[in-house]
């Protein structure tokens, strides 16, 4: 089993700073990795899939990068909006998928 | 624009069965390109894939649960269910229904239901 390890588990940062997330697996994903956001109550969103495209609705400041076993998400120019959890997910074993643990991005 | 709702009992005892629709509208569960899953998330903590079914009939469950997890399709009702047996308090949790599909994520998520075990 692929195992995702996101860090930090929290990250604070100051509006309209940048944030960077990582996701590193345990053992090659290629490109299969996706990113989603999630805020208290709410139901996952889909932000990045294949490491690296933007879903449908995802601004631009939000960028993925990454291949194999190590990957980003990098934020730039934080809104409030943007403060909520991250997680990511490979579906390297496709239909079967596995997500990371989370990264808390808060306001610092 | 597909929407997915969950539905079912929130508070199911321990040792019993918890039982979960997920209602499809919007668009139709009988597409080759998707699998229809469900995910989990206990209070305060992350993420956890149950499992997931094409319209086929195929299911894949998580190597951890697939003891106590089936899972089912109704094309003619456009729905997909979750039966997860003997639970116990670990498995209080938010329960979401999801549509995912190889490389491109799960897109399309229900709202989530709360199943609380307690007697």
């Known amino acids: 089993e692929i195992v995702l390890t996101q860090s930090p588990a929290t990250l604070s940062v100051s509006p309209g700073e940048g944030a960077t997330l990582s996701c590193r697996a345990s053992?090659?994903?290629?490109?299969?990795l996706a990113w989603y956001q999630q805020k208290p109550g709410q139901a996952p969103r889909l932000l990045i899939y294949g490491a690296s495209t933007r879903a449908t609705g995802t601004p631009a400041r939000f960028t993925g990068s990454g291949y194999g076993t190590d990957f980003t998400l990098t934020i730039s120019s934080l809104q409030s909006d943007d403060f909520a959890l991250y997680y990511c997910?490979?579906?390297?074993?496709?239909?079967?998928?596995?997500f990371g643990q989370g990264t808390k991005l808060e306001i610092k | 624009q597909l929407q997915l709702q969950e539905s079912g009992p929130g508070l199911v005892r321990p040792s019993e069965t918890l039982s979960l629709t997920c209602t499809a509208s919007g668009g139709s569960i009988s597409s080759s390109n998707y699998y229809w899953g469900w995910i989990r998330q206990p209070p305060g903590k992350g993420l956890e894939w149950i499992g997931n079914i094409h319209y086929s009939g195929s299911t894949y469950y998580n190597p951890s649960l697939t003891s106590r997890v089936t899972m089912s399709v109704d094309t003619s009702k456009n729905q997909f269910s979750l039966n997860l047996t003997s639970v116990t308090a670990a498995d209080t949790s938010v329960y979401y229904c999801?549509?995912?599909?190889?490389?491109?994520?799960?897109?399309?998520w229900g709202q989530g239901t709360t199943v609380t075990v307690s007697s």
């Open positions: 053992q090659s994903v290629v490109s299969n």
């Open positions: 997910q490979h579906d390297n074993n496709w239909p079967r998928y596995t």
């Open positions: 999801a549509r995912g599909r190889f490389y491109y994520g799960t897109d399309v």
